[in-house]
C-alpha cells in the first residue's frame, strides 16, 4: 500500500480523545507515513507531540463562532495551499466544519476523511439546526467518514443519509502500557490495606462522565458495610465540586489523584474500573482496564455496550442510577472470584478487538478508499 502525507487536524482536546489521536499519528508514522498536525498554538497537544510530528498553528477554537471559524478556514486553507499533503483527518464536529469549508478552495483538493469521537448535544434547537444543515452542505466534501462506535456511526447515518456508504465504524485502539506491579501501584494509589477493595475512575471531571452518580453510590456501599475504598483520577473543570460532594458526603475512603501521567500503568492496583459516563463515544479507559485483567462496570450508554459484554467481561448498568450501579459495585467487591472470571474474559476481548494495530490498519483502509475515490480509480 502507497504512503500518504496526512494533515491531521485537531480541535483542543483531552481525554480519549487526546490519546486515540496521539496513538494514530504515532501507529501511521510506524508505517512510514509522513503526519503533519494543525491544532491551536495553546493546545497541550503541541507539547505532546513535539518534536517528532510537524506542528502548524490553527486558531481553532470550541466556542461557538461563526466569524472566527470562517478565519480558521481561511487559514487551514493557506496551510493546505502551501502544504502538499495527500489526505485531510478532520477530527470531530468543530474541525470537522472548518476543514471541509478549507478544501473547497483548493485545487486539487486533498481527500477528506472525518471522525466522529462523540455525539453531538447542542444546547439550543437553533445551534441543533444550523449544525444539521452544514452538515448536509458538506457531505459532498467527505469522501469517507469514521466513527469510534457503531452506535455513533448509526445515530449520523439515520441523520444523514447521505453517509449511508461512505461511513464505517472503527474501535479505538491502545497498546498496554507496561503495567506497575500490584504492590507498588497500590502504594502510588494511597491504598495501605492489602485486603480492601479498590474501586478506580479514571477521566476528566466533567459532568458527562458521571463522578457525582458515582461517589452518590459509593455512599450507599459503604453504608451496605463493603470493606472498599474509591480512588478518582483525572483533573478537570468540576474537581474542586467532586472533592466538595466527597466531602459533605463525609466520604473518607474516597482520594482524589488529580491527573496522573500514564495512569494506565496502575490498573493492577484496582480490583474494578468504573466507567459511569451520561455519554460516551466509546471509552479507552475500559479498553486500557481491560487489557490489564481488570473487570468493568459502566454505564450502558453510547459505544460503551460495545467494548463491556455484560456479565462476560464486566457490568453494565443504567446511567444517572446510583443503586443500579452500588449493586454493582458491591456485587463485585464481594466475589473476588467473579472479579478474576470477568477481567480474564475482558483481557481476551480486548486483546482481539481493541489493538492499535487494528485501529491503525484500519485507518489506513479508509485513508486509501478516500484517496481512490478523489483520484477517480476503483477501490
Known amino acids: 500500500m502507497r504512503t500518504y502525507h496526512v494533515?491531521?487536524?485537531?480541535?483542543?482536546?483531552?481525554?480519549?480523545?487526546?490519546?486515540?489521536?496521539?496513538?494514530?499519528?504515532?501507529?501511521?508514522?510506524?508505517?512510514?507515513?509522513?503526519?503533519?498536525?494543525?491544532?491551536?498554538?495553546?493546545?497541550?497537544?503541541?507539547?505532546?507531540?513535539?518534536?517528532?510530528?510537524?506542528?502548524?498553528?490553527?486558531d481553532l477554537s470550541d466556542a461557538m463562532s461563526p466569524m472566527a471559524d470562517l478565519r480558521a478556514a481561511m487559514q487551514l486553507r493557506q496551510i493546505l495551499r502551501r502544504l502538499p499533503v495527500d489526505l485531510v483527518?478532520?477530527?470531530?464536529?468543530?474541525?470537522?466544519?472548518?476543514?471541509?469549508?478549507?478544501?473547497?478552495?483548493?485545487?486539487?483538493?486533498?481527500?477528506?476523511?472525518?471522525?466522529?469521537?462523540?455525539?453531538?448535544?447542542?444546547?439550543?434547537?437553533?445551534?441543533?439546526?444550523?449544525?444539521?444543515?452544514?452538515?448536509?452542505?458538506?457531505?459532498?466534501?467527505?469522501?469517507?467518514?469514521?466513527?469510534?462506535?457503531r452506535h455513533l456511526q448509526e445515530d449520523h447515518v439515520s441523520r444523514h443519509q447521505r453517509f449511508k456508504d461512505r461511513a464505517v465504524t472503527i474501535h479505538n485502539g491502545v497498546d498496554p502500557l507496561p503495567p506497575l506491579a500490584r504492590e507498588h501501584a497500590r502504594a502510588v494509589l494511597g491504598c495501605e490495606d492489602a485486603d480492601r477493595t479498590v474501586i478506580g475512575a479514571v477521566g476528566r471531571m466533567v459532568p458527562e462522565k458521571g463522578f457525582a452518580t458515582l461517589l452518590?453510590?459509593?455512599?450507599?456501599?459503604?453504608?451496605?458495610?463493603?470493606?472498599a475504598e474509591l480512588v478518582l483520577i483525572g483533573d478537570g473543570p468540576y474537581h474542586s465540586t467532586y472533592q466538595n460532594?466527597?466531602?459533605?458526603?463525609?466520604?473518607?475512603?474516597?482520594?482524589?489523584?488529580?491527573?496522573v501521567p500514564k495512569a494506565a500503568r496502575l490498573m493492577l492496583g484496582f480490583d474494578v474500573v468504573v466507567q459511569p459516563s451520561h455519554a460516551e463515544g466509546l471509552g479507552l479507559v475500559p479498553i486500557e482496564a481491560?487489557?490489564?485483567?481488570r473487570p468493568?462496570?459502566?454505564?450502558?450508554?453510547?459505544?460503551?455496550?460495545?467494548?463491556?459484554?455484560?456479565?462476560?467481561?464486566?457490568?453494565?448498568?443504567?446511567?444517572?442510577?446510583?443503586?443500579?450501579?452500588?449493586?454493582?459495585?458491591?456485587?463485585?467487591?464481594?466475589?473476588?472470584?467473579?472479579?478474576?472470571?470477568?477481567?480474564?474474559?475482558?483481557?481476551m476481548?480486548?486483546?482481539?478487538?481493541?489493538?492499535?494495530?487494528?485501529?491503525?490498519?484500519a485507518t489506513l483502509r479508509e485513508y486509501h478508499a478516500a484517496v481512490a475515490l478523489r483520484e477517480g480509480s476503483i477501490v
Request: proline share 5%.
Open 349 to 361: 476481548r480486548a486483546e482481539e478487538m481493541f489493538t492499535r494495530r487494528a485501529m491503525v490498519d
Open 216 to 227: 452518590a453510590a459509593f455512599q450507599i456501599v459503604l453504608a451496605r458495610g463493603v470493606d
Open 89 to 149: 483527518h478532520l477530527h470531530g464536529a468543530k474541525a470537522g466544519v472548518v476543514g471541509r469549508i478549507a478544501v473547497r478552495g483548493c485545487d486539487p483538493r486533498p481527500a477528506v476523511v472525518c471522525t466522529v469521537h462523540n455525539q453531538m448535544t447542542p444546547r439550543s434547537g437553533l445551534q441543533r439546526r444550523v449544525l444539521h444543515a452544514l452538515e448536509r452542505r458538506l457531505a459532498s466534501d467527505t469522501d469517507r467518514l469514521i466513527a469510534v462506535s
Open 296 to 347: 468493568v462496570i459502566a454505564s450502558e450508554v453510547g459505544g460503551l455496550p460495545e467494548v463491556v459484554d455484560h456479565g462476560i467481561t464486566g457490568l453494565l448498568v443504567p446511567p444517572r442510577d446510583e443503586i443500579a450501579l452500588a449493586d454493582a459495585i458491591q456485587l463485585l467487591a464481594v466475589r473476588p472470584d467473579l472479579r478474576e472470571a470477568l477481567g480474564e474474559n475482558g483481557k
Open 245 to 259: 460532594l466527597a466531602g459533605k458526603m463525609r466520604h473518607a475512603r474516597v482520594r482524589f489523584l488529580g491527573e
Open 7 to 58: 494533515l491531521q487536524v485537531l480541535r483542543p482536546m483531552e481525554g480519549g480523545m487526546r490519546r486515540h489521536v496521539i496513538d494514530l499519528i504515532e501507529g501511521l508514522q510506524a508505517e512510514g507515513h509522513q503526519v503533519t498536525v494543525a491544532c491551536p498554538s495553546d493546545s497541550t497537544l503541541r507539547r505532546d507531540l513535539y518534536p517528532w510530528v510537524p506542528v502548524e498553528t490553527l
Open 290 to 293: 481491560m487489557l490489564h485483567g
